[in-house]
């Protein structure tokens, strides 16, 4: 069955080092603990939204506690639960059966967190929480089938090496995923990014990648999969990946990636305030747009601080769960500041918000970007 | 000649973008504008202190503006100045001229920069601003021979393509190193790191590798070195990389990587505070030394906040420019919090400060690290 969260019973230790989540006061800096995750996670910085496929190494990066260091001519994989035949598969195994490729966006579920204000605590990412990479693994679904799923299964629970604790609660890390999102053919077991064995901070040997879906579904280090008859409440479904409207809230849980466009701002940056000097004339905007529930149907641009919407030129995507490219003429004429903004629209009638719908742990937060331009 | 930094005449936009160096009040809290650098830039989470040679994407990284897209079939490197036969490089143009490969580990002078009180405001780094990578190029000294550097050459001017603002100053990247130092044999243009052409964010298509210095001499996205009869006066030498006691001083250029030793912290982490949990009993602890000025030659570890040092056990480095892997037994028997530090000496004499030694930009601090465990 699946192995529960343990709670260090003395409860000495964790008091001493986990602190309950909490939202700082309004415009209270960024703390000591929020630097230290911003100095080991990482964005993808903005200008790298020119490929395609983001380069190794500017795919954004969030990693709950230590990168575990693996070996993978030891490392096994588990299958249990309630399936008729168990397994215990190598790499190798993994390697052997049929293997798929996707381009896949990824997005951090708290990607926006440190706009909103009041902040909630936690990894502060601004905008930059995105990334796209070509992932081959083999289909979750004709594992699952042939361990053979036993009737009245309703949850897969997904188990990563990687373990800590987190709000007083010691872990593994571990996420459910209904059975029938996991059965999703788009679902992969994946040992490669971009044609390489996973790099040890994206999951190495094996990570799940559950296209459409926010980062923390996309279980890395995997050593367990794990049908289960009864919803899983651990607590990164139970607790930590929720919308919630106050932090005792049940809240709802976050699953799949909201639309969102980021352009590449243009210019050039000052080093330390970021902001960017725009020669006069004209610029072609570009940036990508993306969304986990529809396809993106659209992505408008204002050039006057959201006063006034234009529509961009939308490119076909790269695929079904990866971005889209677009592209905007702006005619930099006035000298002066200028802020520019862009939103994305998808199939599903889901359109950026301008302004912030704030939620009690930052989740889910797809309020459009801004961009501060000084034209020289 | 050397292209000179360009200060932006009519002053209208870089005020607007661009502020004076500050120091922040005692104890103040992250600002927003370091928030975007550390969002962007990365250091190397210490766990990746593991391996010989740092993953790729697991390497520090700091970039001052933005990181240019290049095209290698277009890309070409001049060498002019002081020289007899100027040059007009393609990339197939070095790699075909002899190569070297050689293991090195580069450290951000700012590393170490917001452990400091008062806090110079800039890149907040906290200990994590290294990596160590096999780099792979051709010799400068020999194409320098080849150009035919002429009597009273003083300086050697490296120039990139990256473009911004810093301080009120518009300039594309541009450091001087002293003719003496850029003729050293282990200086090289390099083209790859660990076996693979240069990722975007660490150069490509060409950096320069200045084994031993701060990482701000190894110049990327080459596109001109440009031999002076004159010390060069830019920015970035005679401004940004000083040491100062003020920020008004002339100040001490920053040159050759102080010594360092860091650990991987032992136990596992809360996600918030990143404070460490262990279990009771005996550690491995394990890190890596390394020193730009001179051969390490010691690291010493203490378990007790400073009060008594130990010797560690200590390896022979990956090679002159690059780190010694360290080891020492923690035999953790009393629950509670501990505190571990460790320190490098190295054979010039040089040994890590416990307490900070304090200067106005926060460049070359070695202070000793420092890490909570706990032990339940």
Redesign the interface.
């Known amino acids: 069955m699946v192995e529960l969260e343990r709670v260090?019973k003395?409860g000495?230790?964790?008091e001493?080092?986990?602190?309950p989540s909490r939202i700082a006061a309004p415009d209270?800096?960024?703390?000591?603990?929020?630097?230290?995750?911003?100095?080991?996670?990482?964005?993808m910085?903005l200008?790298?939204l020119?490929?395609d496929i983001t380069?190794?190494?500017?795919?954004y990066?969030l990693?709950?506690?230590?990168?575990p260091?693996l070996d993978a001519a030891t490392w096994r994989l588990t299958v249990d639960g309630k399936v008729r035949r168990p397994l215990v598969l190598s790499l190798d195994d993994l390697r052997s059966r049929p293997a798929v490729t996707l381009p896949v966006t990824l997005e951090c579920a708290g990607n926006g967190r440190?706009r909103l204000n009041p902040r909630p605590?936690?990894q502060?990412?601004?905008n930059?929480a995105v990334g796209t990479a070509e992932w081959t693994g083999t289909p979750l679904a004709s594992l699952l089938a042939e361990a053979g799923v036993e009737p009245g299964a309703v949850e897969v629970v997904f188990t990563g090496h990687d373990?800590?604790?987190?709000?007083g609660v010691?872990q593994d890390y571990q996420r459910g995923l209904s059975f029938a999102d996991a059965a999703q053919e788009e679902v992969l077991l994946a040992y490669q990014m971009n044609g390489l064995p996973l790099?040890?901070?994206?999951g190495f040997p094996l990570r799940l990648m559950a296209p459409g879906w926010y980062g923390m579904a996309h279980v890395k280090w995997l050593r367990a999969i794990t049908v289960t008859d009864e919803p899983f409440a651990g607590f990164q479904n139970a607790r930590a990946y929720r919308v919630k409207n106050h932090p005792d809230d049940v809240g709802e849980p976050v699953t799949r990636i909201r639309p969102r466009a980021l352009m590449a701002p243009p210019g050039?940056?000052?080093?330390?305030?970021?902001?960017?000097?725009a020669r006069p004339g004209r610029h072609l905007l570009t940036g990508r747009a993306w969304s986990g529930l529809a396809p993106v149907t659209g992505v408008q641009v204002s050039v006057d601080g959201g006063a006034t919407w234009d529509d961009a030129d939308l490119e076909p995507a790269l695929g079904r769960w990866a971005w889209s490219r677009w592209t905007y003429q702006w005619d930099a004429v006035e000298?002066g500041?200028h802020v520019l903004l862009a939103r994305a629209s998808d199939a599903a009638g889901n359109t950026q918000p301008v302004d912030q719908e704030w939620n009690a742990q930052g989740m889910a937060n797809n309020m459009a970007q801004r961009v501060e331009v000084?034209?020289?």
């Not at 380069?55 to 795919?59: D, E």
């Open positions: 260090v003395s000495h230790s964790t001493q080092v986990s602190q209270e800096a960024i703390g000591a603990d929020e630097l230290q995750l911003a100095a080991r996670n990482h964005g910085p200008e790298a020119h490929y380069p190794p190494g500017l795919h990066l990693t709950h506690y230590d990168i260091v440190a605590v936690s502060p990412w601004l930059e373990h800590g604790v987190e709000r010691e790099p040890p901070q994206h050039f940056p000052d080093f330390m305030s970021r902001a960017r000097v000298p500041r000084h034209v020289s």
